[in-house]
Each structure stands twice: as structure tokens, then as C-alpha cells.
């Protein structure tokens, strides 16, 4: 079994990435001979120690069309996975090569490619990676476009693809920071790149972190720290995580921090209690559906307005046993184990 992944790849950034990652690595545990392997863009900070062998590239792969469908015709991979990557080329030449392809959209723009008529015939499945009560269902348009694509492809929702790590390993990774399971705080701002109006996004949460840490709450700021000092602070950072240390982390925090992107989700599907606020245009309608379901706290990107939704969740057991009690009652589901599977069937 041949399997590729084309995420989108850029130095800012890694959304997509960490979801192909889990996949290739669950692949890899089901079908230990799975030949899997990565077109990365050479500059992403996780192209050099990646798993897999990777074909690097000056950019992102969806900006080398040439590049990537000669290396699928080279290669002639059984499954290519892109992951709001593509051209219409590469995805020509991966079904001229004789591959299932599966295109994972994410975002609204990307989902719109999807549904576009001559890209409905070269896909076997279109996964939208949000849940369905956020993404929104598919729209007489696009059950109209996919009938008369003769009904290709078959359209999944995924509410959100992360590695489950074990309560013991979740308890050795934050043992690592000098925190105790459920007594700390995670701040993810992530980021992926300079956002209209949220350029200055992750130096914002940033110095959230540093309030919160001053403040006494034990506190762990993963990504850039941008230009705050945390000079006697007690704040422990960590510039990057592994895609599993830092699931381990989100799985047994006390409150997590993040932007309404992926790690918002797959912080939810470990049943912890977010606060999000938005660092791109796109995001606020998702934290937005979010706060009105009752899972999670939805804030503007404000130092003073995150640091203090996220105190008064860290000292307020009241409020955190009632976004529990919601969040049971509107699960979001860790599906890594049906993507798995999936494709392991369209592989074979």
C-alpha cells in the first residue's frame, strides 16, 4: 500500500500537516508495510525532522504542479491525500496514474474548489474537517453539482482527526513542564500567517499567558513568544510540540487557549474546557457556533478579554462542570480511527 500526502505546507503554520501526520502514522500502526510518504514544502519548521520520507519543495506543493504530477506519475501511489492542497493537474495525474484521491477541505474557499465540475470526477472522497453543525450541510447547489458528476465523490464530515494518547502518557508529557494533570493552563495560538486584522494574534495571546502565569496559574504558552518577556513569570514555553505531545497535553489541561481553528476542536474532543478567540476572518463564525452550542467560551482577540475568560475558567468550578455537561450532550468526535480505515480500504 502506496500512500501520499500533499498537505498544505508554508513556514507559519501546521494545521494541516499534523492532520496528515495522524493519519500516516494510525495507516502505518494498521499496515506496518504501508509505504507512506510526504511533499512538504522545505521551509515548514517540521519538513527536516518529519516521519516519513518527504519530497521537499521552494514552497507549497500547490504551487509546483509540474513537480508533484511528475512525481505522482514516478511514483504511482495507490492513495494521494491532499489536504487543502491541489491543482486540477495533480489531481488529473493522480487518477491518470491509477490512484484514489481524497481531498480534505477546511475552508470555505477550499471546500468551493471541491464542488467545482471538473474537479467532482477526479475525486473518490471530499472530507470537510469541520463538524456539520459548524461547516454547514451540503447545499442545493452542491448535491445539484454532484449529480450531475454522476453523485462522485462520497462527501464526509469529520469533526476532527488528532492522536489519543493514553492517560498515563498524557500525565508523563506534562510532567515534563513540572505540571500536574488538570492543574494548568495550555495557551495554542498558532497562527498560520499575517491575517488581515490578527498580524499581531500570537504576540496577543502570548502576553495572555504571561497574565495568566503572573497571576499564579500554572501555565504553558506553545509557539512564538514574539517580544514578551516572561522575566520572573513562572511561564513555561515550548516553541514546538510533536502533533501527540501536544494532543497529551491538551487531553489533560485544566483549560485550554486557542485561536477557532483545528486545535479548538481537538481540544473539545478531549472534553476540555476552550476559550477561543479568532485570528482569522473565518474563524469567528466557528467559535461563534461553538459559544452558541455552550462548549466552548468565545472571546475577542483582546490580551486583558482571553486572560480573563480564561482565570475565571481555571478557578470557577461551577462554570467548568456546566461546559462539561454541554459538551457531553454535543460531542466532538476524534475520528482518526474511521479516517484510518477509510483510506485503508480505498488503498486496497
Known amino acids: 500500500m502506496r500512500v501520499l500526502f500533499i498537505p498544505v505546507s508554508a513556514p507559519t ?40 520520507p518527504a519530497v521537499l519543495l521552494p514552497s507549497s506543493p500547490t504551487f509546483h504542479p509540474r513537480e508533484v504530477s511528475a512525481l505522482i506519475q514516478d511514483t504511482r501511489p495507490d492513495l494521494v491525500v491532499f489536504d487543502n492542497a491541489g491543482r486540477t493537474a495533480q489531481l488529473r495525474a493522480a487518477r491518470d496514474s491509477g490512484a484514489r484521491v481524497v481531498y480534505i477541505s477546511s475552508r470555505p474557499r477550499q471546500r468551493r474548489k471541491a464542488f467545482r465540475l471538473k474537479w467532482l470526477p477526479l475525486l473518490d472522497e471530499h472530507w470537510i474537517a469541520w463538524p456539520e453543525f459548524m461547516a454547514g450541510p451540503l447545499t442545493a447547489t452542491e448535491r445539484l453539482k454532484m449529480r450531475f458528476g454522476g453523485h462522485r465523490p462520497t462527501v464526509r464530515f469529520f469533526d476532527t482527526i488528532v492522536p489519543t494518547p493514553s492517560p498515563a502518557e498524557s500525565a508523563d508529557v506534562a510532567a515534563r513542564f513540572g505540571f500536574e494533570p488538570e492543574q494548568f493552563a495550555l495557551v495554542v495560538p498558532g497562527g498560520g500567517g499575517a491575517h488581515p486584522g490578527a498580524r499581531q494574534g500570537p504576540r496577543t495571546m502570548a502576553a495572555a499567558a504571561l497574565r495568566l502565569a503572573r497571576s499564579g496559574h500554572p501555565t504553558l504558552l506553545v509557539g512564538p513568544q514574539g517580544q514578551v ?10 516553541s514546538h510540540l510533536p502533533i501527540r505531545d501536544l494532543a497529551a497535553l491538551m487531553a489533560r489541561a485544566r483549560v485550554v487557549v486557542a485561536n477557532g481553528g483545528d486545535t479548538l476542536l481537538q481540544a473539545l474532543s478531549f472534553q476540555r474546557i476552550c476559550v477561543a478567540a479568532p485570528l482569522a476572518h473565518d474563524q469567528i463564525g466557528r467559535i461563534r457556533h461553538c459559544a452558541e452550542a455552550g462548549i466552548a467560551t468565545g472571546v475577542e482577540l483582546d490580551e486583558m478579554a482571553v486572560a480573563s475568560a480564561a482565570e475565571e475558567l481555571l478557578v470557577d468550578g461551577e462554570r467548568r462542570a456546566g461546559l462539561t455537561a454541554r459538551m457531553a450532550e454535543r460531542p466532538i468526535r476524534n475520528e482518526l480511527d474511521f479516517a484510518v480505515d477509510t483510506l485503508a480500504r480505498l488503498a486496497a
Not at 510518504?37 to 519538513?47: E, K, T
Open 13 to 52: 503554520g501546521s494545521g494541516e500537516y499534523a492532520r496528515s501526520l495522524a493519519i500516516a502514522s494510525g495507516l502505518r500502526a494498521l499496515k506496518a508495510d504501508a509505504e507512506v510518504s510526504f511533499v512538504l514544502n522545505q521551509h515548514a519548521p517540521y519538513a527536516a525532522a518529519a516521519p516519513f
Open 229 to 238: 518577556s516572561d522575566s520572573g513569570s513562572g511561564l513555561r514555553h515550548a
